[in-house]
């Protein structure tokens, strides 16, 4: 319009970061985010990652399963171990690590990387930072008795975070790990949906969830893998997606 001035530099810079913070907000998070390309462009000075693949040359993508171990994930083990892919566990401590001991040693060794998804799935951004600790420390402490490692990934339920649950992480040493790709899984049972959800939303440098307590999920992955390996990516877990960066406490990593 005639006679109206342009917006200034930092009213424009504002106004972007306002759009960006409520995209955060609408995708469940309220902290900013790194992406895996980000990650990979800035290492730890000393730190070093152990991976097999570099995701720098390679087409990658991470195959990641929330809220088990569950009766259903033996043979999901034996589907990943076949299809000579590791994948990246969110695990529950509530009735699922400390019901399922055996599933979560077998998962460490076969090369599978295990993360805290907390022990209860209570929403963390309804909780202090008390509650937020007792979370995830219970299952830090469960899943390092039965594997001897401390994880040091960590899925916040619904993917809700904000800065007094990052702060909680950082003490704990845990990164945040979110998402680009999901199926829904907990509200179908039709494996051949979660099958196409997630080759609808697999990208480059994507991160799939899927849970490996849903009746649907387990006979959706042989046909996601192969796929997904016909278009020419390479499965990896998460910390080798992120290589040669490492995941830092208390950040938060989403593609």
Same mark, same amino acid.
């Given at each position: 319009?005639?006679?109206?001035?342009?917006?200034?530099?930092?009213?424009?810079?504002?106004?972007?970061?306002?759009?960006?913070?409520?995209?955060?907000?609408?995708?469940? /998070?309220? &902290?900013? =985010?790194?992406?895996? @390309?980000?990650? %990979?462009?800035? $290492?730890?000075?000393?730190?070093?990652? !152990?991976?097999?693949?570099?995701?720098?040359?390679?087409? /990658?993508? &991470?195959? =990641?399963?929330?809220? @088990?171990?569950? %009766?259903?994930? $033996?043979?999901?083990?034996?589907?990943? !171990?076949?299809?000579?892919?590791?994948?990246?566990?969110?695990?529950?401590?509530?009735?699922?690590?400390?019901?399922?001991?055996?599933?979560?040693?077998?998962?460490?060794?076969?090369?599978?990387?295990?993360?805290?998804?907390?022990?209860?799935?209570?929403?963390?951004?309804?909780?202090?930072?008390?509650?937020?600790?007792?979370?995830?420390?219970?299952?830090?402490?469960?899943?390092?008795?039965?594997?001897?490692?401390?994880?040091?990934?960590?899925?916040?339920?619904?993917?809700?975070?904000?800065?007094?649950?990052?702060?909680?992480?950082?003490?704990?040493?845990?990164?945040?790990?979110?998402?680009?790709?999901?199926?829904?899984?907990?509200?179908?049972?039709?494996?051949?949906?979660?099958?196409?959800?997630?080759?609808?939303?697999?990208?480059?440098?994507?991160?799939?969830?899927?849970?490996?307590?849903?009746?649907?999920?387990?006979?959706?992955?042989?046909?996601?893998?192969?796929?997904?390996?016909?278009?020419?990516?390479?499965?990896?877990?998460?910390?080798?997606?992120?290589?040669?960066?490492?995941?830092?406490?208390?950040?938060?990593?989403?593609?």
């Amino acid at each position: 319009m005639p006679g109206k001035k342009p917006a200034s530099g930092p009213r424009i810079t504002a106004a972007l970061a306002a759009v960006a913070s409520l995209s955060l907000v609408l995708s469940g /998070c309220s &902290a900013a =985010t790194i992406s895996p @390309g980000d990650a %990979r462009s800035r $290492p730890l000075a000393g730190a070093r990652a !152990k991976t097999g693949v570099d995701c720098r040359e390679a087409r /990658c993508i &991470a195959l =990641t399963f929330d809220a @088990g171990p569950s %009766r259903d994930t $033996p043979r999901l083990l034996d589907i990943l !171990k076949e299809k000579k892919v590791r994948a990246t566990f969110f695990l529950l401590g509530k009735n699922h690590v400390v019901h399922h001991p055996d599933l979560v040693r077998r998962m460490a060794r076969e090369g599978h990387e295990v993360g805290n998804h907390t022990w209860t799935h209570k929403r963390l951004t309804d909780l202090d930072a008390d509650g937020i600790r007792e979370e995830l420390s219970r299952t830090q402490d469960a899943i390092a008795e039965l594997t001897g490692h401390r994880p040091t990934l960590m899925r916040p339920p619904q993917g809700r975070t904000d800065r007094e649950v990052s702060d909680v992480c950082r003490e704990l040493g845990l990164a945040q790990v979110l998402w680009s790709a999901t199926a829904k899984d907990y509200s179908t049972t039709d494996s051949l949906l979660i099958e196409h959800r997630v080759l609808d939303a697999a990208g480059p440098d994507g991160i799939i969830l899927l849970h490996d307590i849903y009746q649907g999920t387990v006979p959706a992955v042989p046909a996601i893998i192969d796929e997904l390996k016909k278009r020419g990516y390479t499965f990896v877990t998460v910390p080798e997606l992120l290589a040669p960066g490492v995941p830092e406490p208390g950040k938060v990593y989403k593609p």
